[in-house]
C-alpha cells in the first residue's frame, strides 16, 4: 500500500533560517512525489514535482529512494512562505496519496 | 476560464439530512476526484471518477455517493449525513485519465457542519 509520512505536524522557524519539511514514503514500485501548497485563504497548488528537478520560490526537494525521502527546503525562509505543506504521491495509474501535512510557521 | 468550482462554500445540516456538494470544471478535465480535509488527517480521497460514467472508491467513501453524467460535472451526496461527516470538502481535476502527472486542480472547498 502507497503511503505517505510528514512527521511534522507544526514548524516555526524564524526568518532567514533554513527550512526543511520531512516527508517519507512507503511504496513497492517508483513512485512520483509532489509538494502541495495551501496559502492562507487560496486552493491547494501543486508546488513542485520530482521529476521536473526545479525550484520554485526558492524551493527544492531531492527524491532519496535509499531513504525513501523527499524532504522539501528552502535556504532562507521567507514571512510568506507560512503555509500548511503536503506532500504527496502517486504509484502507477492509483490516485495522489497525501501525507497529513505540515503546517509552516515563519516568524519575523 | 474559472477552473474548478464548488458550491456552496458553506452548510450546515442536521444528522440524517442528505444534501449534495456540486463540482464543476471548465478544463475538459477527465479525471476528477473529492477529498476531505481534516485537521490532522490530512487530505483522504472519498471517491474518484477517470471519465464519464465512471466512478470508483476512495480511502473513505462510506456514507457517500458520487456520479459522472457528463465530463464537467461530478456531485457528491451525503444521504443521510453524519456529526463524523463535519470536514472541509475539495473537488479536484487533471487532464490525463491516470493522475500520475500530479498535477491536481482544485476547487476552493465546501464547509460542512453536521449537527
Known amino acids: 500500500a502507497q503511503r505517505v509520512t510528514q512527521p511534522e505536524k507544526l514548524l516555526s522557524v524564524f526568518k532567514g533560517a533554513p527550512v526543511e519539511l520531512k516527508c517519507n514514503y512507503s511504496?513497492?514500485?517508483?513512485?512520483?512525489l509532489f509538494w502541495y501548497v495551501q496559502y492562507s485563504r487560496q486552493r491547494l497548488q501543486l508546488l513542485l514535482r520530482?521529476?521536473s528537478r526545479e525550484s520554485i520560490k526558492g524551493f527544492t526537494a531531492d527524491l532519496n529512494k535509499g531513504e525513501t525521502s523527499f524532504h522539501l527546503k528552502k535556504p532562507f525562509a521567507q514571512e510568506e512562505d507560512s503555509a500548511m505543506y503536503y506532500c504527496?504521491?502517486?504509484?502507477?495509474?492509483?490516485?495522489?496519496?497525501f501525507g497529513k501535512g505540515t503546517r509552516l510557521s515563519v516568524i519575523a | 476560464n474559472a477552473g474548478v468550482t464548488q458550491t456552496p462554500k458553506f452548510q450546515v445540516l442536521k444528522t440524517g439530512q442528505s444534501m449534495t456538494l456540486q463540482c464543476a470544471q471548465d478544463?475538459?478535465?477527465?479525471?476528477m476526484s473529492w477529498y476531505r480535509q481534516d485537521p490532522g488527517m490530512g487530505l483522504r480521497l472519498i471517491h474518484y471518477?477517470?471519465?464519464?460514467?465512471?466512478?470508483d472508491q476512495g480511502e473513505v467513501p462510506n456514507g457517500y455517493n458520487v456520479s459522472r453524467s457528463t465530463t464537467e460535472d461530478f456531485p457528491l451526496r451525503l444521504l443521510s449525513a453524519a456529526p463524523s461527516q463535519t470536514s472541509v470538502y475539495f473537488c479536484?481535476?487533471?487532464?490525463?485519465?491516470?493522475?500520475?502527472?500530479?498535477?491536481?486542480?482544485f476547487g476552493e472547498g465546501s464547509r460542512l457542519t453536521v449537527l
Open positions: 479536484a481535476s487533471s487532464y490525463p485519465t491516470s493522475p500520475s502527472t500530479g498535477e491536481l486542480f
Open positions: 478544463m475538459n478535465h477527465e479525471y
Open positions: 504527496a504521491l502517486v504509484g502507477g495509474n492509483t490516485p495522489l496519496v
Open positions: 471518477s477517470v471519465g464519464a460514467g465512471i466512478t
Open positions: 511504496y513497492s514500485g517508483s513512485p512520483e
Open positions: 520530482h521529476i
